[in-house]
């Protein structure tokens, strides 16, 4: 198979994650809750993962919170931190992990929701768009690292700067970013960075992390209890993190496949070789039509490599049905993102996406654009 869906997951996952998840099944008891052997075992293999995890992405084991994926984590960081009563802002190209949360608090008449919109061409635009919708209301600002239908990256460092104001809560959502570029929290100007551990880290699926910026940790609401294997008298969840937001038993298995990704782990060193490559290509092709897509090799390092797009007469789903009958793997549709393919004008038609990973290969890309003929 050529599998290019690597924007929904990365695949395949190496040998090590499997054998990693093999290993804490039959080893590992339940962390947190015992002194014995199975249950320090599984203690080792939770904290060597926010070990792994915050040595990646500039924070400290302590602030690291495991959770099932990113939409977890982005519904931990906003509902946990929202003011009452505030504002919010975000961007025109936001996944349903970031909107739906919003759009439920929002329903709630609990916060009021803007949107800036992002330039696809020019980041100076995008940052002064940011910078004149973050009025004096606005409390929180949640936004996404790349889009996860056009790849296109946010310049998060000078829009942070930009507004000028270390009162504005920012939460970033690195699911496309992570593993594909460096990605430091520190160096963002986030407080809380979200990811999912199956993407560009290669991990099982089932994983994913809150991280916090350990120069300025926030104080998060709960909005899920449970027993932590700390403070079992307290009728409330524990005050520090990162058992305040981990209820309940963690995925053990998931996370030592999630480390041992980590601990194999090297960017990606023809990812953005090939992606200029499919670009060139696709910009020849008639009757291909690219939505949002970089103008140029020179404007790619501005994207993850994403590529949507549709072919003329034909639906974007019975396009990738086709692909799939040539043993294809790409993702056609809306691709949970309503709000990015409105700003694409795709709303109405949806798009087939080609996303690239450390597996693809020239021949993988010769052997789709064949097929595309």
Not at 313 to 340: M, N
């Amino acid at each position: 198979m050529i599998y290019l869906d690597n924007a929904a997951t990365g695949f395949p996952k190496s040998d090590a994650v499997g054998r990693a998840m093999q290993d804490a099944l039959v080893s590992c008891g339940n962390p947190g809750r015992s002194s014995h052997t199975p249950a320090r075992n599984a203690d080792r293999v939770l904290f060597r993962c926010r070990e792994l995890l915050a040595e990646r992405f500039g924070s400290t084991p302590e602030n690291v919170v495991l959770t099932k994926n990113a939409t977890e984590a982005l519904n931990l960081a906003i509902k946990g931190l929202y003011r009452p009563g505030g504002e919010v802002l975000t961007s025109t190209l936001e996944h349903n992990a970031v909107m739906r949360p919003l759009n439920a608090l929002r329903g709630a008449q609990e916060i009021t929701l803007k949107q800036f919109r992002v330039d696809l061409t020019d980041d100076g635009v995008t940052v002064e768009n940011f910078r004149i919708a973050a009025g004096e209301r606005t409390d929180m600002a949640v936004l996404t690292h790349a889009s996860n239908i056009c790849g296109r990256i946010l310049p998060i460092r000078a829009m942070r700067d930009a507004v000028k104001r270390e009162d504005l809560l920012l939460i970033v959502d690195a699911s496309q970013t992570a593993g594909h570029i460096p990605v430091d929290i520190r160096a963002l100007g986030a407080d809380v960075l979200c990811l999912p551990g199956h993407k560009g880290l290669y991990g099982p699926t089932g994983t994913g992390a809150l991280i916090c910026n350990p120069d300025r940790v926030p104080y998060f609401r709960t909005i899920l209890e449970g027993g932590s294997g700390i403070e079992s008298r307290a009728v409330g969840m524990p005050e520090e993190l990162p058992e305040r937001l981990e209820a309940g038993t963690q995925n053990v298995c998931g996370f030592a496949g999630l480390a041992a990704a980590l601990a194999e782990f090297r960017f990606p060193d023809r990812e953005q070789n090939l992606f200029r490559l499919l670009l060139r290509e696709l910009q020849r092709k008639n009757g291909v039509r690219l939505y949002g897509a970089p103008a140029d090799d020179a404007s790619a390092e501005k994207y993850v490599p994403v590529l949507l797009f549709n072919r003329d007469g034909i639906d974007c789903e019975a396009f990738a049905e086709r692909l799939a009958s040539r043993e294809i793997a790409v993702r056609a549709g809306l691709h949970c993102a309503p709000a990015a393919h409105r700003a694409l004008g795709t709303l109405e038609t949806g798009g087939v996406r080609v996303s690239l990973g450390r597996g693809n290969t020239p021949a993988d890309l010769q052997y789709f654009l064949d097929a595309l003929r």
